[in-house]
């Protein structure tokens, strides 16, 4: 009896190693820990936005507007929870990435702004922020990028024959992937005009 136990738990273990589930559990871990590396980027982006703001406050008290816009923006960021399950809800996926994106938007704004301040743009602590800004930028893109090869991967993954059958039988899904909202927009190449004035 103790034999024939063990020949069937050999067996199992071996359909299981052949079907793909220890390659899907293998992508799913990697894309947890691919998305905790986005959030810890856009965490520390948000961390950076409140001083950002109170530097740019001091030169530009007449651009309340965008000030509060770029503050409301990153209120909005922190409500929204970055949790594991976000992952598998495509619509709180993607209400957490349109909440970044204006995130992004109103820091294009500010940036836009502070062109008309040339002693803010000289200003040490201002440069320390916006580098420190340009670098979380960058590290934002790197960790987007492995979340989203990952995610690839995965997808891969649990569509491919035999591993869809296993992906099925226990319940697995493919993960929604960052998308871009004006994709349209932003195929088109923007104009240069330098005979307009900046906007405030």
């Not at 965490?43 to 409140?50: C, E, F, H, S, T």
């Not at 001083?51 to 740019?56: A, E």
């Not at 976000?86 to 209400?95: G, I, R, S």
Request: hydrophobic share 40%; charged share 20%.
């Amino acid at each position: 009896m103790r034999k024939i136990l063990t020949v069937l738990a050999a067996l199992a273990s071996l359909s299981l190693t052949n079907c793909g589930y220890n390659a899907i559990q293998s992508e799913d871990e990697q894309i947890k820990a691919n998305w905790s590396e986005v959030v810890n980027q856009y965490q520390r982006r948000a961390d950076l936005v409140p001083n950002l703001v109170n530097s740019v406050k001091g030169f530009a008290q007449q651009e309340k507007d965008v000030l509060l816009g770029v503050t409301n923006a990153r209120a909005k960021v922190g409500s929204i929870q970055a949790t594991p399950e976000v992952l598998n809800d495509p619509a709180a996926f993607q209400k957490f990435q349109a909440a970044q994106g204006e995130l992004s938007s109103a820091l294009s704004r500010l940036l836009v702004v502070t062109e008309n301040y040339p002693q803010l743009k000289s200003d040490a602590l201002f440069k320390d922020l916006m580098s420190q800004l340009e670098g979380t930028e960058n590290r934002i893109t790197v960790a987007r990028n492995r979340y989203i090869k990952a995610v690839q991967d995965y997808n891969v993954t649990i569509r491919s024959f035999p591993t869809n059958l296993t992906a099925m039988t226990f319940g697995y899904k493919e993960r929604p992937n960052f998308s871009v909202e004006n994709e349209k927009e932003i195929s088109t190449a923007p104009k240069v005009d330098f005979n307009s004035a900046p906007s405030k």
